[in-house]
């Protein structure tokens, strides 16, 4: 079992609606949690971190962490065909948040938003 | 600098070669990793530092990869006898401690014929 999952996709909807990203995780000692967009040919560029159980909301993204569940998830409200991308879930499993150990990346998830 | 900044950003070697692989972080950044990515997957983690010492280097695939940092600022990836399994991009990555989350480089492409 891979240590973080994430639907591969390609996930599509329409410019304007509201996109929904999972992500589950297998650490039950994960500390923080972070979603990445990726565009083809690019680097990873970080978009949200969050650390504690509910949910953050940055612009019109929305990061939601459920540590019982061992799953989070992030929402792109309104969305843009700029936010194509490939959006990676990245996990820091164990020690504390402070913790510079290193992220487990799961596969990704292929976003088109259709104009 | 800036951003994290690696160099080359595009490297093609024969199959047996050494290639090396430079990063470098942003300014005060602690901790500095090393991943690659190959194509359709997530970034997966070859080593990290602290400071100069390589705090984990679990990642590393066998003996023919190491890397160095040796007055805690650039780091350079070393990779001897390249296979055509090789092939990837590899991306440097940098944060302050506590880390608030990863700021990656653009990455090299590493391509072995």
């Known amino acids: 079992q891979k240590e973080v999952e994430q639907n591969s996709g390609p996930l599509s909807v329409p410019e304007g609606a509201i996109a929904s990203l999972n992500c589950t995780y297998s650490d039950r000692g994960s500390q923080s949690f972070f979603w990445y967009r990726q565009y083809s040919g690019k680097s990873p560029e970080l978009i949200m971190s969050i650390y504690s159980n509910g949910d953050k909301e940055d612009g019109r993204f929305t990061a939601q962490l459920n540590k019982a569940s061992q799953y989070v998830s992030l929402l792109i409200r309104d969305s843009q065909p700029s936010d194509s991308a490939t959006y990676l879930c990245a996990v820091n499993s164990g020690g504390s948040s402070g913790s510079a150990r290193q992220l487990t990346f799961g596969s990704g998830t292929q976003l088109t938003v259709l104009p | 600098g800036a951003g994290v900044s690696q160099t080359p950003s595009n490297k093609v070697t024969e199959k047996g070669k050494y290639v090396e692989l430079r990063c470098d972080p942003i300014?005060?950044?602690?901790?500095l990793y090393w991943y690659r990515q190959s194509l359709g997957q997530g970034p997966e983690f070859l080593i990290y530092?602290?400071?100069?010492?390589?705090?984990?280097d679990s990642g590393l695939p066998n003996d023919r990869f190491f890397a160095v940092r040796p007055e805690g600022s650039v780091s350079t990836l070393k990779i001897q006898r390249t296979e055509r399994g090789d092939s990837a991009v590899y991306l440097c990555?940098?944060?302050?401690?506590?880390?608030?989350?990863?700021?990656f480089g653009s990455g090299t492409r590493l391509t072995v014929v």
């Open positions: 530092f602290q400071g100069t010492g390589a705090a984990d």
């Open positions: 300014s005060g950044h602690t901790a």
């Open positions: 990555a940098s944060t302050p401690l506590p880390p608030r989350g990863y700021t």
